[in-house]
């Protein structure tokens, strides 16, 4: 949230929409948009623990389902734990977002700045022209979802007492299948609705 935060006072600021905005819209329809905005922009803030919370939930059921079928035993509530801890893994990139934006690409149109995902497959292709349901998987497979399959297994590890090349079997196995099944779903939906 506080990176949110961030990104709102320092990056997509109102200024911001008045110059990327009034050669496309009026000065009054930029002002609604941003009440718009202001009105409503609590419920991201709302949205974040909810959203998180799920996200957690979802990759620790991914795992526990693989701890089913290897017949071992390990507690939901320590996976869960562990999804936690890991998801500082995602605090990088978006650091990174900051920075690279604010610093480095300091023109940039909304559209640059919510594609753009450091270290990910998607940069490579940034000057080619990609069909809309092939950005999610490019922007998906990155250092960091790797780095945090690592952590996961690194966690499972630990608090487990389990080898780690076991621990980042059961991660593969388990988060990986649900990972590559969610984006399935993504690309899915958006064939559909584009």
Do not use: C, H
Not at 156 to 177: R, T
Not at 181 to 192: A, D, G, P, Q, S
Request: net charge negative; proline share 3%.
């Amino acid at each position: 949230m506080a990176l949110g935060y961030i990104n709102k006072q320092v990056l997509i600021t109102d200024q911001f929409y008045y110059n990327k905005y009034e050669d496309q819209l009026s000065f009054s329809e930029i002002n609604r948009f941003i009440e718009f905005l202001n009105k409503w922009g609590w419920l991201g803030y709302v949205l974040v623990p909810i959203f998180y919370t799920l996200k957690f939930s979802l990759t620790a059921s991914m795992l526990y389902i693989g701890v089913f079928f290897l017949d071992l035993k390990y507690s939901f509530k320590k996976l869960f734990q562990i999804a936690m801890i890991a998801e500082v893994v995602f605090l990088v990139p978006v650091v990174l977002k900051i920075i690279w934006f604010a610093f480095i690409q300091t023109d940039f149109t909304l559209e640059e700045f919510t594609s753009f995902y450091p270290l990910s497959l998607q940069n490579i292709f940034l000057d080619v022209q990609i069909e809309p349901w092939f950005l999610y998987p490019l922007q998906v497979v990155n250092v960091f979802e790797v780095g945090y399959g690592f952590v996961l297994a690194a966690g499972i590890s630990i608090a487990f007492k389990e080898d780690f090349n076991k621990s980042l079997s059961l991660v593969i196995k388990s988060y990986g299948l649900g990972l590559m099944l969610w984006v399935t779903l993504i690309v899915f939906l958006t064939l559909n609705f584009s």
